[in-house]
């Protein structure tokens, strides 16, 4: 049965710089790159290929020593020209220089039919479309040997700025159902697929067949997949569920029906610093600065891969994450401020009322966001706010107590495996204490991952 | 403000590492950040924007709420004076000279209060090398509001470091104490000075002036206390108390309105209520601790009207809500977020049994005529308890839904 849920609890962060809905010609990318430090749970990494060698879209040049069947594949076809280490020589980025027209690595298509479930698995793991498979609990990549209760796609993202997927799959509608057709054969349950139900449905999400079709609504995060899960079909002790997004599961029916690794995606380029803020058609692990530079308002600005409230700080020039779908400018907020803790002010955005009191009367109002901290940490004071802004059975205060008093059983007991990073995120904007929650979060998983 | 910044930013060698004063690091950095909101830039992974809220914005909202009570208090200390020594029952008349003797009397406690935790916060966090925390802004502001105008002033120091020493500093500083702080101060005096802040004689200023005939300084719930014993009705007692001055002083109205003896800030339901309002506006503390603990104390009076024995149980209830301290205890001491139950279910039922337990002390033991002080201290002690059980359903729950 499909289900109807109405979330109350939350909040959207309404920011200034929407991407308009058209698409922009930016400069193609040049240089791409695959991140090893994007795939939460990549424990050994090992690369495949040496600077200098030659790739095609689809050629691995990665994989996980600890998880081997999954390749991470090039998105596009060049030149490899750095691979690049830090310290303790920790991988950091397969930096790839880009042919002027792409090349792919030809595989037969697939015909789910006469595939087995585990032959089908196999094929995608080894294809390079497999990492956009994750895994819960931990939120990691999928093990292809396991057999989830359960597939769930969030169709909408509700997180700050996030962009519209109805406008940027517009077109893809065969290769979605095939990657859906693909995942259904995949769970020995359902496939359930999540749209807004506050909004007309895209008739790419609509129209989809084989899976169920449960509507969400309500305030920011209506669209995480947690959130969703957690409403639907809970994840207890011991129990997979896998996600993808819509964007995988495009990927996923390429490579199906044209057997190639295809990772163009449309991002969005949002912020209240770009003069620009519109959608591009780009590959994954592009190289952004052609979509940034020459479209900025001011000179002192963070780029972040991916939204405000789970993105990664990149440089002017960095690379897009390799979930990443959108990417966010806005103001950096190194300065000091005089009693900016005192002043009455309408500028500054707060889910408090103590600082927010009359917001309400301008709902609508965008607000223009910077990367100050605006105070300091501090021990836990304020209570019940995390919980108004977590639509789930949980208690992210004694959660995250438990992590950082690393109580294993507390944790569990308390949730652990329902939740990443993403579905606290709020949480660590609202605190009053400044506390590094989606920190906190990783370190609790990885407590509970590797014991 | 950029001569402000330059000093700052020259002095600023000096206490980082390395430098001469490099111990008193964390009491120029308190400094530095109240003048200014520091340039911390949220980290590379992780929310990239933050809130525009901080502690001390939290902090000092509280303080806000205060300030009406605070007022009140300053010239209802003066009007009692008149009242006490004959010059005038008139409520406006001498405006002036009433603000005068208030304000000579408790501005002097709220300099020490806050010199006193003040001194106790800093050295705390220079030894201990954390920031200093903004709690005593709050406490700062509550002790002065919760003693009689006559306390001596070294009283005051005494109770307002012990308070932050035992019931904060040793538990690690704001946010990790179990016992408010506030409440701690005063029934530190309570036990320790019981003939400066019990009694009849203390909750009136005096000075060195003679009370007119007739006069008694007792506060409402000792009147109620021994019209119980001596099987008046309560009602008519606190009626015909002091009458001899003019005034119907414990009149349902003159209560709710505050203008009775008691300690500074606690006297008048109105102010107590005006805090509420700027509390549960601006979300700070929680209704519903404020709600129960007024509806507890409401249900327990028709309780104990029920099995009235004497005529203090027969007491109609209300009136439990605008005699002594209830109403500012519920609204700023019960709910202050540390001490108090920090669940949502668990705040209504601590909340209730606060407002329970105020009147049974208050109507059945002879020794305390003031319930609120203990109430709120005993049901901080038992607030983890009543989370530890909130928090085991809700482990509950997810555990019956796995073996389903």
């Not at chain 1, 190289?287 to 479209?295: A, P």
């Not at chain 1, 789970?310 to 979930?323: N, R």
């Not at chain 1, 966001?369 to 919980?387: H, I, K």
Request: net charge negative; aromatic share 10%; glycine share 10%.
């Amino acid at each position: 049965m499909s289900k109807i849920v109405k979330l109350k609890k939350g909040f959207d962060i309404n920011l200034a710089g929407k991407a308009k809905q058209k698409l922009a010609n930016f400069a193609p990318a040049q240089t791409f790159a695959i991140k090893p430090t994007d795939f939460i749970g990549l424990q050994r990494p090992k690369v495949l290929v040496n600077e200098g060698d030659t790739v095609k879209a689809g050629t691995p040049i990665l994989i996980d020593k600890a998880l081997d069947q999954v390749v991470y594949a090039a998105p596009v076809s060049g030149e490899i020209v750095a691979v690049l280490r830090g310290e303790k020589r920790k991988l950091l980025e397969i930096r790839i220089l880009a042919d002027q027209s792409i090349s792919y690595e030809n595989q037969e298509k697939t015909d789910l039919n006469s595939l087995d479930r585990d032959a089908l698995a196999a094929k995608l793991a080894a294809s390079g479309v497999w990492p956009n498979i994750i895994q819960r609990p931990f939120g990691i990549v999928a093990n292809p040997a396991d057999t989830p209760k359960a597939i769930f796609i969030s169709a909408f993202d509700s997180h700050p700025l996030a962009p519209d997927y109805g406008f940027a799959l517009q077109g893809e509608e065969k290769y979605f159902q095939a990657g859906l057709d693909a995942l259904a054969k995949l769970t020995s349950g359902k496939v359930h697929l999540n749209v807004d139900g506050s909004k007309s449905v895209p008739a790419i999400f609509s129209g989809a067949k084989g899976v169920e079709i449960n509507q969400f609504s309500g305030p920011h995060p209506a669209g995480n997949v947690g959130v969703q899960i957690h409403h639907l079909d809970p994840i207890n002790k011991g129990e997979i569920a896998w996600t993808v997004s819509p964007n995988g599961v495009v990927q996923i029916g390429k490579f199906i029906l044209e057997g190639i690794y295809d990772a163009s995606k449309v991002i969005a380029v949002t912020g209240s610093e770009v003069t620009n803020a519109a959608y591009v058609k780009t590959i994954s692990g592009a190289n952004v600065s052609t979509f940034v530079k020459g479209n900025l308002n001011s000179g002192h600005v963070r780029v972040i891969s991916g939204n405000v409230l789970t993105g990664e700080k990149i440089a002017l020039d960095g690379f897009l994450g390799f979930y990443h779908n959108q990417i966010t400018v806005i103001p950096e907020g190194d300065y000091y401020e005089f009693l900016g803790w005192a002043k009455p002010t309408a500028k500054k955005l707060s889910y408090h009322r103590a600082l927010g009191l009359l917001s309400f009367l301008n709902p609508k109002k965008e607000y223009v966001l910077d990367s100050n901290c605006r105070g300091e940490e501090r021990a836990f004071v304020q209570t019940g706010v995390f919980e108004s802004v977590t639509p789930m059975d949980i208690l992210p205060v004694y959660l995250l107590k438990a992590i950082m008093a690393e109580d294993f059983d507390e944790m569990e007991e308390l949730g652990i495996y329902e939740i990443v990073e993403e579905d606290l995120a709020l949480c660590e904007f609202v605190d009053v204490s400044k506390h590094p929650v989606q920190e906190l979060v990783r370190k609790g998983i990885e407590l509970i991952q590797y014991s | 403000m950029k001569f402000l910044r330059d000093l700052m930013d020259k002095q600023r060698p000096l206490f980082e590492k390395g430098g001469k004063l490099e111990s008193l690091y964390y009491a120029f950095e308190a400094g530095e950040t109240f003048l200014f909101s520091p340039n911390h830039t949220t980290g590379i992974k992780g929310a990239q924007v933050k809130d525009a809220i901080d502690l001390k914005r939290m902090m000092i909202t509280v303080v806000v709420a205060m300030i009406p009570a605070l007022l009140f208090g300053i010239y209802n200390t003066g009007h009692q004076h008149m009242l006490a020594t004959g010059e005038t029952a008139e409520l406006w008349a001498d405006f002036g000279d009433k603000l005068l003797v208030g304000l000579k009397l408790v501005l002097p406690i709220i300099i020490v209060a806050y010199a006193a935790g003040g001194l106790v916060e800093a050295v705390f966090a220079v030894v201990r090398k954390h920031p200093i925390n903004e709690g005593f802004l709050v406490t700062g502001m509550l002790i002065p509001l919760v003693i009689p105008a006559t306390t001596p002033l070294w009283q005051v120091a005494l109770a307002t470091v012990f308070a932050v020493v035992i019931a904060k500093e040793v538990f690690g500083g704001t946010g990790m104490n179990i016992l408010n702080v506030a409440m701690t101060a005063r029934a530190f005096l309570y036990f320790a000075y019981p003939a400066q802040i019990s009694g009849d004689q203390v909750w009136t200023y005096l000075g060195d002036k003679m009370s007119v005939d007739g006069f008694s300084g007792a506060t409402a719930l000792s009147v109620a206390y021994n019209a119980g014993v001596d099987g008046v009705p309560v009602t008519e007692a606190l009626a015909s108390h002091n009458t001899a001055l003019g005034t119907d002083m414990f009149s349902f109205a003159n209560m709710f309105m505050g203008w009775i003896p008691g300690s500074i800030g606690e006297t008048s339901t109105l102010m107590a209520l005006i805090g509420a309002l700027i509390l549960i506006a601006t979300g700070v503390a929680s209704w519903k601790i404020i709600v129960s603990g007024f509806a507890g104390a409401y249900i327990m009076g028709v309780v104990m009207n029920l099995f009235a024995v004497n005529e203090y149980m027969a007491m109609p209830p209300q009136y439990h809500w605008v005699m002594g301290g209830l109403a500012f205890g519920i609204v700023f001491m019960a709910t202050d977020p540390v001490s108090a139950a920090q669940t949502e279910v668990g705040k209504w039922i601590y909340g209730l049994l606060i407002g329970f337990l105020t009147v049974i002390i208050r109507v059945t033991n002879p020794a305390y005529p003031e319930g609120i002080m203990l109430a709120v201290l005993f049901m901080n002690v038992f607030a983890p308890l009543i989370d530890y059980y909130v928090v085991k359903a809700n482990k509950t729950r997810r555990l019956q839904r796995a073996t389903v």
